[in-house]
Each structure stands twice: as C-alpha cells, then as structure tokens.
C-alpha cells in the first residue's frame, strides 16, 4: 500500500485456496483419458437418457454421439435378452450399485455382437444416484475362438459331424431322461461297406468327399431331436 507520494507504508496478501479447483482438474484429466480408452463408455442420467459416449463406442457399436444422445441404451438391444434378464440386471444394479456379465447388442449395421458389460451407480455426497456409467467390450474374437475350440473338441473336421465325445455325451443324457420318464431312444450304428476300397482306388479326397455326402444325407433325413455323429476319424 503506498501514500500519494508513492512510499510504501505497508503490504496486502490475498490467498485463496484452491485445493478443490485442482482436484477438479485432476478428475476432468482422468474422465478425458477413461473417454479416450479403448473400452466403450456410455454414460445416462437416472432415468436411462443417454447423456455422453466416448469414441470407442462408436468404434464398436456404429453409432455416433450424435445418433444416440438423447435416447435410450434400447437401441442397442439385440432381443436376444428378454424382460426377465433386463429385470434381474436392474434389481441387482438398484441393489448392490453395479452389474457385470455378457450382453448381446445390435451394430448399428444391424449385426448382433457379443459385449462384456459393466453398468455402475454414480451417486452424490447424499449418496443419491444421479447418473449410470455402462462400460463394456467387444468379445467377439473370444465368443470365436470359444466356438472354435468347442467343435474341436466335440465335432469331427472333416464332416462337421459330432464326434465321439459329443455322441457319449448326449448317449449318457439320453438315458437319464429315459430312466426319468420311464421312456426310451433308439441307437442304430451304421458303417461303410469296402470304405477302404475307396481310399485305394480313387484316393482319399475320393474318400473324403463320399464321408461328407453320406453325413449330408442322412442328416437331412433326421428330425432336429435326432443325432447323427462320427465316432471314427478323430
């Protein structure tokens, strides 16, 4: 502070505390990174309106910002989920505050995939919820691979037929429903006269080729209860 002649008689500190404006800033750091990750995120009021969704969504579902803001996650259902599922994953959201399992959701393409989802209650200082954050995962690769390793280990290669492990299976569930219902179920086995004749005279994609056309024809005889499976040849 200075007199008119300009001589200083004294000095005036203001200080604010800004501890909360950084905090803040930190949180806006960390939400513009989450918005940026590889995982898709969607973000809705309480009553399900679609408030924000990151690139990633976008990337995964086909849908921009712009199409989806201001409606519901509806528009991503696949209806492969019915009004059981959807009620049992909110009562347990209401509940506990969060949910996670795997969901099918229609691309926007019109293509069903599969999603590990996560959906999460963001509730205030009066532990009121005021928004629900939705992050999930395109599992699509793995849903594949699972399958792939699945009819591996329980269908033949070469005739997409089920194999001997996959019949055993069925055989051992067939008769525990027989035993339970008082019922019963026919097992006829089948086998190729002079197969090996083939193989020699005309070669094994000869042979191959007659193994796929004899397990096309009688599948298609059989009703859709019925099972035919190769038990020889892996």
């Known amino acids: ?21 950084k905090q ?3 949180e806006l750091g960390i ?44 528009i991503l259902s696949s209806g492969r989920q019915d009004k059981a599922f959807y009620t049992a994953m909110w009562e347990t959201i209401l509940e506990a505050g969060s949910w996670q399992g795997e969901i099918w959701n229609r691309h926007k393409n019109g293509t069903i995939f599969p999603e590990w989802l996560t959906i999460s209650a963001r509730k205030d200082e009066e532990d009121k919820t ?42 051992e569930h067939g008769i525990a429903m027989c035993r339970r219902e008082n019922t019963q179920q026919a097992v006829l086995m089948l086998d190729l006269d002079h197969f090996k004749a083939v193989n020699d005279n005309f070669g094994h994609l000869a042979g191959d080729e007659l193994l796929q056309q004899v397990s096309h024809r009688i599948s298609s005889r059989l009703r859709d209860t019925d099972m035919v499976a190769r038990l020889g040849g892996g």
């Open 130 to 171: 005021t928004h629900y954050v939705a992050i999930s995962t395109d599992i699509s690769k793995f849903k594949a691979a699972e399958e792939k390793i699945n009819n591996l280990a329980y269908y033949d290669p070469l005739t997409q037929l089920p194999n001997r492990r996959k019949f055993a299976d069925r055989l």
């Open 24 to 26: 803040a800033e930190i």
């Open 31 to 74: 939400a513009a990174i989450a918005f940026e990750s590889q995982e898709s995120i969607l973000v809705t009021n309480v009553n399900g309106i679609i408030l924000r969704v990151t690139p990633s969504f976008t990337k995964i579902t086909g849908y921009s910002a712009e199409d989806v803001v201001g409606l519901t996650p509806k």
């Open 1 to 21: 502070m200075r007199q008119n002649n300009g001589k200083i008689t004294h000095y005036l500190a203001i200080q604010e505390d800004i501890s909360e404006k």
